[in-house]
């Protein structure tokens, strides 16, 4: 009984998700599902992205947090639409949430980010209305998270490793890094930067130039 209920819920998530899509793409709206662990960095790049696309791509947000508004009101501050939703527990952004947050923008053409709740398991299994996931991990949470959390890295588009500017000071493993990801998912482009000194940011940035086509 667990099991079936547990396959009902999805199948009613999914559902919902594809409706979330369908409304996004008929916006002109490219929806990218932001996956990372507290304190991976995941507002910092948004903000660095938001830095070099402003002008030229019109950028929405939509931040997930279990409580406070204090990412949302980071992002605002620099004249960006965004919607807050606070989970009160729950671990993941679902499509319902996400359906109920469209509904208070005014949808433009552009990119719009889903920063998903701080975690690298729950918010993996939830569709909800992206194009495509990126997941996101900082240098100081090391190299064997692919190994830990194989279905957010073989889900993702992208995979981008912040904090590049600690990786004289922490045993990182690179090698095995890059493997972990190349076997749960070849196609996956992998960005290293640093928001701090800007290391690798051109690279994500072009990238998402071209995906935003």
Known sequence: MEIKLVKNILDANDKLAEENKSILTQ??????NIIGSPGSGK???????????KGEINIQVIEGDIASSIDAETISREGIDVVQINTEGECHLDANMIKQALK????????LFVENVGNLVCPAEFEIGEDFKVA??????????????PMIFSKAKAVVLTKADLLPYIDFDMDAFMSGIASLNPECKVFVLSAKTGEGISDWINWLRDVRG
């Open 27 to 32: 916006k002109g709206i490219t929806t990218i």
């Open 43 to 53: 507002t910092t790049l948004l903000l660095k992205t938001i830095e070099k696309l």
């Open 104 to 111: 208070n923008m005014e949808l433009k053409p552009g990119i």
């Open 136 to 149: 996101v991990l900082s240098v100081p949470e090391g190299h064997d998270k692919p190994y830990k959390y």
